[in-house]
T-cell receptor, first 112, second 115 residues
Framework: NAGVTQTPKFQVLKTGQSMTLQCAQD?????MSWYRQDPGMGLRLIHY???????DQGEVPNGYNVSRSTTEDFPLRLLSAAPSQTSVYFC???????????FGDGTRLSIL | AQTVTQSQPEMSVQEAETVTLSCTYD???????LFWYKQPPSRQMILVIR??????QNATENRFSVNFQKAAKSFSLKISDSQLGDTAMYFC????????????FGTGTRLQVFP
């Protein structure tokens, strides 16, 4: 059972480039979320989805897009990368409302 | 808006001793969940323990237990018989039932267990 799989694990981008962080889960979870983790700030919610076709903004959505075409996948897109988006990104999923979230191993993203 | 505060950026404890990590939160909701997550150097986020606000009994998971004080909005984590493998960042998190898909995290406490 793979759980929550994030790819890539590391990525370096130049300012202005675009990229998609992939997240897939094989637990048939309805709920999926993206967080970013910055030093001294804990994890902050970027976007989340309560099911296929439904997404909503979290605390820090600017500069990021998401879509949820299937239950399994929840990609996070950076349209025009900025140095302020240098961070560690975590994807998480949960089976239902109020259930503990299962986290992926994270993607370390550096933007030069 | 809900907030979660962890006032101890770093803590240290000797192996086999007991340590308590503090967490306070602010909310106007009456029903919610509280969590402690552990993040070792491997960067994984691992659920340690969960508490439902409507339960008066404090949650316990082996060497980990919480002291949940709802009126004071306090949710501390006690680690008994500390082990070297407990060395990690510990995050307190809140989830209100009105926003059940949003985990609000504290800034974390770095715990170092010394032999």
């Amino acid at each position: 059972n793979a759980g929550v799989t994030q790819t890539p694990k590391f990525q370096v981008l130049k300012t202005g480039q675009s990229m998609t962080l992939q997240c897939a889960q094989d637990m048939n979870h309805e709920y999926m979320s993206w967080y970013r983790q910055d030093p001294g700030m804990g994890l902050r919610l970027i976007h989340y989805s309560v099911g296929a076709g439904i997404t909503d903004q979290g605390e820090v959505p600017n500069g990021y897009n998401v879509s949820r075409s299937t239950t399994e996948d929840f990609p996070l897109r950076l349209l025009s990368a900025a140095p302020s988006q240098t961070s560690v990104y975590f994807c998480a999923s949960s089976p239902g409302s109020s259930q503990p979230q299962h986290f992926g191993d994270g993607t370390r993203l550096s933007i030069l | 808006a809900q907030t979660v505060t962890q006032s101890q950026p770093e803590m240290s404890v000797q192996e086999a001793e007991t340590v308590t990590l503090s967490c306070t939160y602010d909310t106007s909701e009456n029903n919610y969940y509280l969590f402690w997550y552990k993040q070792p150097p491997s960067r994984q986020m691992i659920l340690v323990i969960r508490q439902e606000a409507y339960k008066q009994q404090n949650a316990t998971e082996n060497r980990f237990s919480v002291n949940f004080q709802k009126a004071a909005k306090s949710f501390s984590l006690k680690i008994s018989d500390s082990q070297l493998g407990d060395t990690a960042m510990y995050f307190c998190a809140f989830m209100g039932l009105e926003n059940t898909d949003k985990l609000i995290f504290g800034t974390g406490t770095r715990l170092q267990v010394f032999p």
